[in-house]
Nanobody
Framework: QVQLVESGGGLVQAGGSLRLSCASS????????MGWYRQAPGKQREMIATITSGATTTYADSVKGRFTISRDNGKNTVNLQMNSLKPEDTAVYYC????????WGQGTQVTVSS
């Protein structure tokens, strides 16, 4: 059984920074691809960043150069450092783990005020 628990969301002014963390349980955490997605009101969930077990990363064009994903396999955590935040980054952010299927966390709200 895989469980994902996010933390670190909140309210920040435009131009500010936040760091999201996701703690995962389960034996497959270290070999799975993990990532962050977000969903704004009235919009579909979109991929923000992913990182494979070998630390290969992928980013959405909208966050390249501003967001950095990292993982610590020893601690079964994945982090998302978000800098230069914009109001359009406001959304619920979800941690994901993909191995044969996709698992989701409960989500954490990020609100960027202008």
């Amino acid at each position: 059984q895989v469980q994902l628990v996010e933390s670190g969301g909140g309210l920040v002014q435009a131009g500010g920074s936040l760091r999201l963390s996701c703690a995962s349980s389960g034996r497959i955490s270290g070999i799975a691809t993990m990532g962050w997605y977000r969903q704004a009101p009235g919009k579909q969930r979109e991929m923000i960043a992913t990182i494979t077990s070998g630390a290969t990363t992928t980013y959405a064009d909208s966050v390249k150069g501003r967001f950095t994903i990292s993982r610590d396999n020893g601690k079964n955590t994945v982090n998302l450092q978000m800098n230069s935040l914009k109001p359009e980054d406001t959304a619920v952010y979800y941690c994901s783990l993909r191995y044969l299927r996709t698992y989701w966390g409960q989500g954490t709200q990020v609100t960027v005020s202008s």
